[in-house]
């Protein structure tokens, strides 16, 4: 059905006064904002309606009540003020009961109440139509105090960036519904362009409030892909219901990510386990039975101050009812954005490239791009033999001509080899950290398919320095006593397998 107006929001008085003379209030500001955003994002201005004239002590009047059946999405903004508030509460439900003789309450999984906390309430306190409700937190903890500061410019030029990104999110959930509403109304328009994860789900765990901004980040890559994410509501504090909440939406997940902090996290009733332990638990269970893979990150050297999640983490890396099925990173968060996708594409149904069957079978020879200083040139001979021998082209590193197109040089051969091999002879520490940093960093030259095959060759002079070095998803060989023709072979064999 059609709506005469696209948004609602529902809002306490108290929260649009200002606390600096002349400022537009918070909720004025706010609705100015999306308002612009949304209008960028369809191409046309929303129809975005509030009710100016709210006074504290006004009667609920029914003419408000009446345009519900005309809105599509409501938007509450929760604060103490609101969960106290008749009128706010008695918004929700009205707009609940219109919902319900239209459309629904959720369309196509997707709740029409968007819950924005500007202030944290207690849980128990949020009106009863959207307490399942994820919502936006409009608010940061300060790791310092404990307490909530409102996102916005009063608290400093952080603050405002982190407002104008959740704002962001939130205008682009807008628009997702909105648009998957208008499409059901017009058939014309509904067949659009299959993305990569239109019909696979990821459940993305809970974590503790110290890695919030880092699941946040991946939750806005996998969302911008098509991807569904779960948990899609509020999960539960009873332990027996959460662990019937995490198995339900880990059956229609093909892969589960757990982000491990320094913080324990919340222990739900009924159990001495946080949330995050459990969420892992249970993947673990579902690994087994269903085959689910699994990605742990953490951050490097990473050190708490809480034994139990000291225990916690410690059970992570030695315990191998925990391992099942799943890759533990200890990377920078890029790396592991790259194992996710890396696995998620793997899913894909490509469609045959009726091209390829004509291409000529020197042009599918697997390429290897074997990465080393300029002073190691003549120490590499040997591995590139062996390689081409092997049945493959081997690209080395441009060293002489215009710096600029010695770097595009070098990008070209990221983008387009199938596997990595880094000579690790000659050059110092800084220029091998640099190399591997490229390698976390391919996507963003523009590379499409995932780099799965990676290699380092430790070779002479021996230093301290190369002994300790190891990275997660990069397979680390000796060459100090000649050439490791048994941990080569391996590669070899793991990169014909993959083309």
Sequence with gaps: MK????????????????????????????????????????????????????????????????????VAIFISILSPRYVKSEWCTKEVIEFQKASEKNMGLRFKNKSRIFKLIKTPVSFEDH??????????????????????????????????????????????????????????????????????????????????????EFREDIKRDLIEHDFRIY????????????????????????????????????VPEGTDKSKIVLQNEVAAEKSQEQGLKRLIWMPQNITTEDTR????????????????????????????????????KEKEKAAPDLYENEVEDFEKIP?????????????????????????????????????????????ENLLNTDAVIIFYGLGNELWMRSKVRELMKIAGYGRKKPLVNKAVLIANPPAIYKDRFRAHGIVVLSAKEGLPKEGLQGLVDKIKNSK
């Design 309 to 344: 999640q000291e225990n916690f983490i410690n059970s992570l890396k030695t315990d191998s009812e925990l391992q099942k099925g799943a890759e533990i990173f200890e990377t920078p968060l890029e790396e592991l954005k790259f194992a996710i996708f890396d696995l998620l």
């Design 367 to 411: 390429e290897i791009y074997l990465i080393c200083d300029q002073k190691d040139l003549e120490y590499t001979i040997e591995v590139e033999d062996y390689l081409y021998d092997q049945g493959f082209n081997v690209t080395l590193p441009v060293f002489e001509g215009d710096e600029s197109q010695v770097r595009l040089d070098h990008q």
């Design 3 to 70: 709506f005469e107006k696209d948004i609602f929001i529902s809002y306490a008085h108290i929260d649009n006064q200002s606390m600096i003379d002349g400022d537009k209030g918070w909720i004025t500001e706010f609705h100015r904002s999306l308002e612009i955003r949304l209008s960028q994002l369809l191409g046309q201005k929303p129809i975005i309606w509030r009710d100016e004239k709210l006074q504290g002590n006004d009667v609920f009047g029914d003419e408000i009540v009446d345009q519900f059946a005309n």
């Design 127 to 212: 009106p009863e139509p959207m307490i399942d409700l994820l919502g936006y937190e409009f608010y940061k903890i300060d790791s310092g105090t404990g307490r909530a500061k409102e996102l916005g410019r009063m608290f400093g030029q952080e603050s405002e960036r982190d407002y104008w990104i959740k704002l962001d999110d939130v205008a682009h959930d807008i628009v997702d519904l909105l648009t998957s509403m208008k499409d059901e109304d017009t058939p014309s328009t509904v067949e659009k362009k299959e993305r990569i994860g239109s019909d696979i789900s990821v459940y993305l765990a809970e974590t503790s409030y110290d890695l919030k």
């Design 231 to 266: 948990p899609d509501r509020q999960l539960s504090l009873i332990a027996p219901e959460l662990n019937d909440q995490i198995r339900e939406m880990l059956t229609e997940s093909k892969l589960s990510i757990h982000l491990i902090g320094n913080s324990y996290g919340i």
